[in-house]
């Protein structure tokens, strides 16, 4: 049980585009889901926490313009990085917490984003 | 600023020894904690939750915690190769949303 899926699991763009990436819980309602994003060799940073049907809470720097997050279901949580640059390149992981549970967080399998 | 702790590594043992993982928080007022494991270029794995003082255990990993200490560890068993990877300790932040403080993770390298 408690598995979340990602989609895309790698995705390559030119610099200026968008990209939506989907988190999915696949066997539980997930009340919250979080994104993280992971630069190579350094921990996780929490970039923002969506609950279903309201607006997404942010972390101190992170652009909520440039990362669109839309949570509109239970089950589905989506990030847009809006005109991506080089510099937005990382790894992307989306979490969903229970609504039993909800300090347990469940990772999905993350989506590697490069801007060229 | 809440905060996690834990020693970078690399943490080296050997094939069949227990390997040990600290942690400290600081926040006192913290009741959930939590391991994931993160091997190399993918999403972290939980491997155990604990939120009373005391031992946890499930098969061959446990979980210590000491909340006097602000202190919880994770012992490894009989560790083996395919234990290899990066440990994050993570506590709950407080919130009422369930969000979670990662430490910046301890990388374990089990040799044959």
């Known amino acids: 049980g408690a598995v979340v899926s990602q989609h895309p699991s790698r995705v390559i763009c030119k610099s200026g585009t968008s990209v939506k990436i989907e988190c999915r819980s696949l066997?539980?309602?997930?009340?919250?889901m979080f994104w993280y994003r992971q630069f190579p060799k350094q921990s996780l940073m929490l970039m923002a926490t969506?609950?279903?049907?309201?607006?997404?809470?942010?972390e101190q720097g992170v652009e909520k313009d440039k990362f669109l997050i839309n949570h509109a279901s239970l089950t589905l949580s989506t990030l847009t990085v809006t005109s991506a640059h080089p510099e937005d390149s990382s790894f992307y992981i989306c979490s969903a917490s229970t609504t039993s549970k909800q300090e347990t967080q469940y990772f999905g399998p993350g989506t590697r984003l490069l801007v060229l | 600023q809440k905060e996690v702790e834990q020693n970078s590594g690399p943490l080296s043992v050997p094939e069949g020894a227990i390997a040990s993982l600290n942690c400290t928080y600081s926040?006192?007022?913290?009741?959930?904690f939590f391991w994931y494991r993160q091997y190399s270029g993918k999403s972290p794995e939980l491997i155990m939750s604990i939120y009373s003082n005391g031992d946890k255990e499930d098969g061959r990993f446990t979980a210590q915690l000491n909340k006097a200490s602000q202190y919880v560890s994770l012992l490894i068993r009989d560790s083996q190769p395919s234990d290899s990877a990066t440990y994050l300790c993570a506590v709950n932040g407080g919130g009422s949303q369930g969000n979670l403080i990662f430490g910046k993770g301890t990388k374990l390298s089990v040799k044959p």
């Open positions: 926040d006192r007022g913290s009741q959930s």
């Open positions: 066997d539980f309602q997930a009340t919250t």
């Open positions: 969506s609950n279903e049907g309201s607006k997404a809470t942010y």
